[in-house]
């Protein structure tokens, strides 16, 4: 893991480009750095200047004597490189580039920021940028950015692909009380990227959650293994923008073409812990949740309110997202039939009615509070004429110190009235609403993130499968050998039979003879295709021929293909007859990769047939992270496809081990072979005892 300690509490820090022109970035970087109350020595660097802001001033950075740790440089990009240089000379560890003009306008500009890497890379130079706002650590403190005005203390990490997002993020947590630890503004990631710095703010020890501005990930494969150790020690919020179905559109299989890059990136999230937020609001509202309340236990929630509509819309949002509505225990409801009004419901959501005074918030929180059936608890106030805001916002917080175990969460539903109130509330550390779907949102995000934490004590991983890579290597061979990427059905089941995985050998016949050897080999009946790389549709030109039971069949329906093709397609090569068998128990499910440019193969799991881009009941999950059973039945259990699997209207069960075998084993093919492109076994019939791959596509490229 990199230390990036030399970024963030720096003994020395130089500002290149340093002006004592008010109206110039050089200027407002010095001017931060002071008013931050850094303490280190801040070295201005302007060859034409004595003294800025009252600091002396330096002619160049070789100047400086003493260990530079950080150098923020805000000069224009045609001399980015030669002051790149003279900080290598002078042994700086870590530079923030500010300027823009590199990467993000192409050409040149994309050429000058290869050699700024190279020039980083060379002296070991680690870079912030360029193109970028510039960091903050409210701890240190250090304000080494060119932003307007310095967050409040807190413990919010904040990392953003965006330097406009960062201005305005810190601008606007002002008003909305939000405190933070850092702000980085990533620019260009010529060197570091969000993963260093989710890194690096993991072992900060005054950052408890981290939200991310996102519009790529750098490296898919280093992000999941970074973030699902971060992950495990604290919660990571993303909101990912610039989704694409490019990709999605160019796939040729079922499994690609539901996949998409959006879908990656919502599978490597989740697999490693890591929660999306689908807006700007939802990713500060989860921000503020985890950086003010302890984790849920559970998922069971408590809602008290005064008035009826919000919480229906609570209760509602509540059920949609899985979470569950608490179950009060018999001596909860006792006490609260005795002491709130008859009209009142007891039961969840407690409604202390339009008339409510604190003093009933105050016994229902009690209530609430002291249920061990309850995980968290969320007060929602509509402000009544009776209502006391301010009060409750009091009797709000008792509870939240006497119980700190519980999160708390308040909806104060309205405006002008409850000004006070929530201010109260977010002051004193309580997320705070105006309307409950939001709440809601935030404290599902938490719950998530709980269950995740707990599911994590590590599945013991699967042993190696036993596999023949040599064939499979040898069929591509063959097939890259013939110019092709497409499989044909008996090498597809060639190297799914190699990898053992269940599949319904397919044998290639070039000769009548050797079609009727075959079926007498593998059992009747038998079915025969064929075999074209020109014919996709082999129905269609009278290229299949299902249910032959014997030799005399199986003779005739040879010859009628033959013939039927050659009259159809003349100019088609035929490489033969497919020979197999038929098989048509068992539940018919889907098993697909496709790869993804960030992320590497991702698998798709779900109901199979000819309706499976219909229903899109389909469960991912990266390759990578189907090494032991738990994710792999985690997988299939999230589909309908398992309902049926387990034995739907007396059905017997299928058989769910052969079927978690099969997927492990995909996945180990796939991440073994990197040249499988795409690949769909569809259907694989999952039999009472075993599985059979029927359908299989494997399409490969030239490494
Ligand atoms: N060493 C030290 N100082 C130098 C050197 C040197 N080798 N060469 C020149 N300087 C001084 C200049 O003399 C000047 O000082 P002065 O005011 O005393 O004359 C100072 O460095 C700055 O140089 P200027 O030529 O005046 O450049 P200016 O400040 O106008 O612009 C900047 C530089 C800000 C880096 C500009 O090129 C730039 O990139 N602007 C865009 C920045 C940006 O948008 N970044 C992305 C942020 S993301 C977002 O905002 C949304």
Redesign the pocket.
Known sequence: MSDLSFLFNPKQVAV??????PQ???YAIVSNLIKSGYQGKICP?????KEILGLPCYP?IGKVEGQVDLAVI????R?CL??ARECGEAGVKGAIV????FKEVGGEGLKLERELQAIGKKYNIRLVGP???GLMDTHTPLNASFATGFPEKGNISFISQ???MV?AILDWSFQAGLGFSRFI?L?NKSDLSEIDFIESCTADPNTKVILVYAEDVTDGEKFVQVCTEASKVKPIVILKSGTSTAGAQAASSHTGALAGSNRAYDTAFRQSGVLRADNMSDLFYLGRAFSTQPLPEGDRVAIITNSGGPAIIATDTIEKTGLKMARFSKATIDQMRENLPAESNIYNPIDVLGDARVDRFRFALQMAYEDENVDSVMVILSPTAVAEPEKTAQAILEYKDKYPHKPIFAVYMGGKTLVKGKEMLVKAGVPTFTFPESAVTALEGMVRYAEFRRANDAAPVLPPPNVDSNTVKATFYDVLKDKRVSLLAHESSKVLDAYGIPVNRTYLATSVEEACQISQKIGYPVVLKVSSPRIAHKTDVGGVEIGLHNRREVEKAYNRIMERVRRYLPDAPIYGIEVSKVVDDGVEVIIGMSRDIQFGPMIAFGLGGIYVNLLKDVSFRLASALNNRQAIEEMITETKAYTLLKGYRGQKPADIDALIDAIYRTARLVQDFEEITEMDINPLRVHTRGATGLDVKITINQM
Request: with cysteine.
């Open positions: 290149i480009g340093a002006s004592a022109s110039k970035i050089g660097i302007n060859p034409k200047e160049s805000s000069v224009p990009a001399l030669q002051v500010i300027t823009a003009g193109n970028c706002v965006s330097g406009a201005i503004s620019g």
